[in-house]
């Protein structure tokens, strides 16, 4: 009996250990506004959360990409607890090859250094880059994906559109305070 209480106890510990962080919250997708382009391609438009990126037709990308995505556990480990106060805002488009390439990544790489949801909001743009509720005011948004970085209430950096180098290196000098613009810095 000893043995079957110990093997269940294994079972339930590594079910639990391995469940992808992705699936971390049990929160429900907000309710958002569902666009058609001009073009006939129906997208999100609005504040969403990542339920919404998890169980939408229009976001299948998200959670393949999030679960292909490598993770360097050195950088994890270099990087873990640097999210201390800080705060994000992302600008993505359901419809944006951009946002399929980079958002699963940048997901990743948030939750493995320790990404609360309640740290993170997210805006969903409609083609023009922009949303009905004016999300995106005085942010200067003019590519997306959009990342801000916040500390204190106050942008300390970004990234937009695609990394100058990786996402990884992107992030990191971002967290760690080095120089970095961005691929539209002027």
């Known amino acids: 009996m000893?043995?079957?209480?110990?093997l269940l106890l294994i079972?339930?510990?590594?079910?639990?250990?391995?469940?992808?962080?992705?699936k971390?919250?049990?929160?429900?997708?907000?309710?958002?506004?569902?666009?058609?382009?001009?073009?006939?391609?129906?997208?999100?438009?609005?504040?969403?959360?990542?339920?919404?990126?998890?169980?939408?037709?229009?976001?299948?990308?998200?959670?393949?990409?999030?679960?292909?995505?490598?993770?360097?556990p050195q950088w994890v480990e270099a990087h873990h607890g640097l999210l201390a106060g800080l705060r994000f805002k992302l600008f993505l488009g359901t419809w944006c090859e951009d946002s399929e390439r980079e958002v699963p990544g940048m997901f990743k790489l948030l939750d493995a250094i320790g990404l609360d949801d309640s740290?993170?909001?997210?805006?969903?743009?409609?083609?023009?880059k922009i949303t009905a509720a004016n999300f995106e005011e005085g942010l200067n948004i003019i590519n997306i994906p959009t990342l801000i970085f916040y500390k204190?209430?106050?942008?300390?950096?970004?990234?937009?559109?695609?990394?100058?180098?990786?996402?990884?290196?992107?992030?990191?000098?971002?967290l760690t305070g080095q120089?970095?613009?961005?691929?539209?810095?002027?």
């Open 2 to 6: 000893k043995h079957y209480l110990f």
């Open 24 to 72: 971390k919250e049990a929160e429900k997708p907000l309710p958002v506004d569902t666009k058609i382009a001009e073009d006939g391609e129906t997208f999100y438009e609005g504040k969403i959360n990542r339920q919404n990126l998890l169980t939408s037709p229009l976001t299948s990308w998200f959670e393949t990409g999030y679960e292909q995505y490598y993770l360097d």
């Open 11 to 22: 079972l339930l510990v590594s079910s639990t250990a391995c469940d992808a962080p992705v």
């Open 179 to 186: 120089a970095y613009q961005n691929a539209y810095y002027e």
């Open 119 to 128: 740290m993170l909001e997210i805006y969903a743009m409609d083609k023009d």
């Open 152 to 174: 204190d209430g106050q942008e300390i950096n970004r990234i937009v559109e695609l990394t100058v180098e990786s996402l990884e290196k992107d992030i990191s000098k971002i």
